[in-house]
């Protein structure tokens, strides 16, 4: 399993990165274009629609999400409270219910949402199936989910990183998780960042609930990775091992998008590109630069002083 594929690790790793998420990983990652031509495939066409934002996050989703739906009948949920206080501070998702939880055992009754959507959460879970069969559970009949996930990269470098860090499924894996937790009416199209050249960069992929009940999955028999599982010394060395390895692998990401982003830039500018490139608000742009920079001085440091 991956180095944050894990329910704690992901914890521990969202409680410092929630602090930049929003102004120094969306802008290059996961941006509002991106988002809002994902969630046209939500059908969010009724503000009254019960929607739930499964892995809400801060709330960057959710934000979309109450473009459309009165805030009122919008649930989030995440089981990172630094990830939530973030999204409590934001002004347009004041009247949303914002709940901690786990995506693959939610806390919710069967039937109970029109809209599920989750984006940029599959990629932690330790059990994607299983978590794909509780969208189906809360949903009602006829009820739409909606989920936006990375894929696993075509070089051997970047997959070697990507599955050094966590889940970056391959497409196919989508469609079987949504198949067998029985939606149907499946729909799916590529999203990505203007500077990503390939067009397999991300994904997000619906279906339709088509009647009342369960997921038809047989229950998992295995036990559920619980976050605040007791930890002996062992498993506590290992968590930090992982969340250590995990974030350095996902520090390697940053510098890969400023350099596709600025190539992108000077593509356009020098009319070897006619679309438009997402844009990077110079506040971030900057901040990213300083922190790739004094991280990149933080780990020759160290290399230096282990040889």
């Known amino acids: 399993m991956r180095l944050v594929q894990h329910k704690k690790e992901a914890y521990w790793f969202y409680s410092f990165l929630s602090i930049f998420y929003d102004n120094y990983v969306n802008p290059f990652f996961w941006n509002a274009r991106m988002r809002d031509e994902a969630l046209t495939l939500a059908r969010l066409d009724d503000p009254s629609l019960d929607t739930l934002d499964a892995g809400a996050g801060t709330g960057f989703t ?95 470098l970047a997959r070697a990183v990507a599955d050094a860090w966590m889940l970056f499924p391959e497409e196919e894996a989508y469609e079987r998780w949504f198949r067998d937790a029985g939606f149907t009416s499946i729909r799916k199209q590529y999203v990505a960042p203007t500077w990503v050249r390939r067009e397999r960069y991300g994904i997000a992929i619906s279906g339709v609930k088509p009647k009342a009940g369960p997921s038809p999955l047989p229950q998992d028999s295995r036990q559920l990775e619980r976050l605040h599982a007791p930890a002996d010394a062992g498993r506590i060395l290992t968590l930090v091992g992982r969340l250590a390895l995990g974030s350095i692998a996902g520090f390697l990401f940053i510098p890969a998008a400023m350099i596709g982003q600025a190539r992108a830039g000077l593509e356009r500018r020098f009319g070897r590109r006619t679309t438009p490139v997402d844009p990077i608000p110079p506040r971030q742009a900057v901040g990213v630069a300083v922190f790739v920079a004094v991280a990149s001085a933080v780990l020759l440091t160290l290399f230096r002083r282990r040889r």
């Open 62 to 156: 959710t934000e979309g999400i109450v473009a459309h739906i009165d805030p009122a009948h919008v649930t989030c949920l995440d089981q990172s409270p630094h990830q939530l206080a973030r999204a409590r501070a934001k002004s347009a998702l004041g009247g949303c219910t914002i709940l901690e939880g786990d995506a693959e055992d939610l806390p919710f009754p069967t039937d109970r949402f029109d809209r599920y959507v989750s984006a940029g959460s599959i990629e932690y879970w330790p059990d994607p199936q299983r978590g794909i069969a509780e969208a189906y559970r809360v949903l009602k009949p006829g009820g739409v989910a909606l989920m936006v996930g990375p894929l696993r990269p075509e070089t051997p």
